[in-house]
């Protein structure tokens, strides 16, 4: 008798392959720049900044929001699901080709839209209207270890119900 | 076993053509995004064309637009307000803003969230699109503790992430603009598409600044953030206790009568009252105050004149 055990296996990984191949979900980065970390949380530790534009490959996602990703090189960490735009590839479209399903995110990735020329126009035209403290609002950086340790203090999130 | 034997060889072959196929298809994709950040012309007209019909409510304005409409609007309130300088209250306000956040259905946002003190005794909190948080000192004067003061900053969180202020702006001006936007493809605008833009772009920012500190929002939408505050303020750990003293500190307040600021933009204490208890009426055990909590919350406010 021969043998089609082996044939069977390599039917089940190729189909592995094909589905995880048209399963792949890139996500591409939308906010201004943030981090990809070692753990689901946002004090974990960082693996890496990541800044608008970039991408990633989606692993798995959680329920509350956090998705583990692969950057190009290979390296897996975690990134929320608030700071980036998940891009899928119509397969069914060979003919028309990628572009088609382009949408937001590309204008946003081309820099269009509401931007700094607009707003330096707004301000050329407004010029009683200060920008100062906006920017020193921007300014203010709280370092996430600072708000883990607040949280940790004020007994809340994981540590809540601790003495 | 024949059989087996012939479908165990043609559908892997059949198979593993897809997958090639699939790869270039892939690749392609990925080369044009990999790209994103200097595209080509002929694909960025393409990319922009196709955004034309795209696009077509607030839920389209991309993280970049929501910021600089909020960089705006947040320059716009603070000519009507001055701000209270304390660094340490400040710091403090941020890291529980930032710590309030983290456990919201939207913890980042293009620039993230900042809070700022506004040096007035009127009681208000208004937020700008894209996580621009402004907390009056009359405000912070009607807060008790740590609690409460989570479940006004909740509440603001609670509007940036629901995306109301942008849902304030007018949809014409949205489709007038994202037409403009669509039309043009280069980075940077030609004078008469940029006075266009900036107009349209004048015009937004009055819808939203309108409906912020005149109009207030609809009531569906304060119903949603105090709905948010509570979801929001639980995750954390906080009780939606601090939201009930928040709002019940507010019925009878006699600056309500001025009708300024919270009083004129937002529905009645008590209505809200009512929804938020009947929201966490079924949520089983509550965390309570805690002490710890309230003492850092009494330092940080120690100063405040």
Known sequence: MKKPVPSLFLLIGVAAVVISVL???????????????????????IVQTLKAGDRLEKISAQPDGWIQAKIPGGTVGWIHTSAVQVQKFDLLALDRGLKTQASASEVALAGKGF??????????????????WVDRMLAIKIPAERVEE?????????????? | MRTLGIKAVFWP???????????????????????????????????????QALRSTFADITEEEEYYIGRAVSALILSQYPVYQNESLTNYLNTLGRAVAYFSSRPETYAGYHFLVLDTEEVNALSAPGGFIFISKGLLKRCRNEEMLASVIAHEIGHVSAKHGLQSIKKSRLVEA????????????????????TELFEGALGDVVETLVVRGYDRKFEYEADELAAKFALAIGYSPQGLLD?????????????????????PSAEDRIERVKTKTASLGKLPVENPDRTRRFEKSLAGLK
């Not at chain 1, 070692?38 to 004090?43: A, D, E, M, N, R």
């Not at chain 2, 053509?17 to 595209?39: P, Q, T, W």
């Not at chain 2, 080509?40 to 955004?51: G, N």
Request: proline content about 2%.
């Open chain 1, 150 to 163: 607040f949280i940790k203090n004020g007994k809340l999130g994981e540590w809540r119900g601790a003495r």
């Open chain 1, 23 to 45: 399963a792949a979900e890139i996500l591409i980065v939308k906010v201004q720049s943030t981090n990809l970390r070692s753990g689901p949380k946002f004090y974990a530790p």
């Open chain 2, 246 to 266: 928040f709002l019940q500190t507010m019925v009878g307040d006699s600056s309500s009568v001025s009708a300024q600021g919270w009083f004129r933009t937002h």
């Open chain 2, 178 to 197: 994202f037409r403009i936007i669509g039309t043009e493809a280069a980075r940077r605008y030609g004078s008469e598409e940029l006075a266009q833009l």
């Open chain 1, 115 to 132: 931007n700094k020329q607009v707003e330096e126009s707004y301000r050329a035209k407004h010029a009683e209207i200060s920008f100062i």
């Open chain 2, 13 to 51: 072959a059949l198979v593993v053509v897809s997958v090639s196929i699939s790869c270039s298809v892939v690749e392609k994709g990925a080369d044009i995004l990999g790209e994103a950040g200097k595209i080509s012309p002929s694909d960025q007209k393409a990319i922009v064309q196709s955004s």
